[in-house]
């Protein structure tokens, strides 16, 4: 058996202990290999191939940068290009290159979620929020959804994460109920 998430006094006896146990993880969460490849097809469109926008796709990476459907310059996995990454729209990059962009984007979203998330979560749980603070940012796009994870209200959060940060962006309802999905029910499946 696991170790006890906490152990707490009885009000029957003073001097007996009550062992609480939770088949969710405790911190310090890591992405799983199926989160990676969840968050690699929601963000390039598929993992190998053509994606929808006629872009080639290498391992889950856009490798020739390009503006996303809001014009932001983007490489990689969703990579938000900086003036400091040195890349011009329409320039090729390396695949290692892009892996290391990818790493560093996927820790900044697991260090958020570490330090603010204060209730357990199974792993698919903790794959589902990656996606959502990956894809909104880990500064104030990821505020509301850790507030309500804190709140333990588990069985509200696939209403909740389906209806997340939507704006105007007509290709977040699918992904938004991917990632209400994957909260749910552990299902990975990012096809759009």
Known sequence: MTDALCVAKTNAVPHSNRNIYSSRLCKTWTISDSGL?????????????????????VEGFILKAYRDNRGIPTVGCGHRIMPVD????????????????????????EQRLNHDVRVP???????????IVFNCGESDGADALIA?????????????????????????????????????????DASH
């Open 37 to 57: 490849s969840f968050l690699a097809q929601w963000e390039s469109g598929v993992l190998n191939g053509i994606n929808f926008q006629g872009h080639e796709v």
């Open 86 to 109: 040195l890349i011009d729209v329409g320039q090729t990059i390396s695949l290692d290159r892009a892996r290391g962009f990818k790493r560093r984007d996927v820790q900044r979203a």
């Open 121 to 131: 979560l199974y792993q698919y749980e903790y794959d589902a929020a990656v996606s």
């Open 148 to 188: 309500k994870l804190n709140a333990g209200r588990y069985d509200a959060m696939f209403s909740f994460i389906s209806h997340y940060r939507m704006g105007k962006n007509p290709g977040l309802p699918p992904r938004r109920f991917s990632e209400a999905r994957l909260f749910d029910s552990g299902v990975y």
